[in-house]
């Protein structure tokens, strides 16, 4: 009893209802490939920009925002070797300017401190 079922219920398998298929439509089974486009990323390039922005609203507490434009300008410096580079660039100028206008800064500060005293 097993035997006949079996036999009766193998005809309306899904393959072969495919070639039934392509039988009646004289089709030929089609291969779809699926491209999938990979986006890169530049984590070292984001790090250092965010830095970077963080930097601008910390960077006059002494020696934390220091820290952080000195850790912005490394990572973007890092990032600048890799691609995407947009992130890792202005974060870069970012850091440079910066750094540049905080050593201008504290010049200044000790300028005018060694003429007062």
């Given at each position: 009893?097993?035997?006949?079922?079996?036999?009766?219920?193998?005809?309306?398998?899904?393959?072969?209802?495919?070639?039934?298929?392509?039988?009646?439509?004289?089709?030929?089974?089609?291969?779809?490939?699926?491209?999938?486009?990979?986006?890169?990323?530049?984590?070292?390039?984001?790090?250092?920009?965010?830095?970077?922005?963080?930097?601008?609203?910390?960077?006059w507490?002494?020696f934390?925002?220091?820290?952080v434009?000195?850790?912005?300008?490394?990572?973007?410096?890092?990032?600048?070797?890799?691609?995407?580079?947009?992130?890792?660039?202005?974060?870069?100028?970012?850091?440079?300017?910066?750094?540049?206008?905080?050593?201008?800064?504290?010049?200044?500060?000790?300028?005018?401190?060694?003429?007062?005293?």
């Amino acid at each position: 009893m097993k035997e006949n079922y079996n036999a009766h219920h193998s005809e309306n398998t899904p393959q072969n209802e495919t070639s039934r298929y392509n039988t009646i439509y004289n089709q030929q089974p089609q291969t779809v490939f699926f491209s999938q486009n990979e986006t890169k990323s530049n984590g070292m390039g984001i790090a250092g920009f965010i830095l970077s922005l963080i930097a601008i609203f910390v960077g006059w507490i002494p020696f934390i925002g220091w820290l952080v434009w000195l850790l912005g300008l490394i990572f973007s410096f890092v990032g600048i070797f890799k691609a995407p580079k947009g992130f890792a660039i202005a974060g870069l100028v970012i850091s440079l300017i910066g750094i540049i206008l905080l050593i201008f800064v504290f010049g200044a500060i000790l300028a005018i401190a060694s003429l007062s005293a």
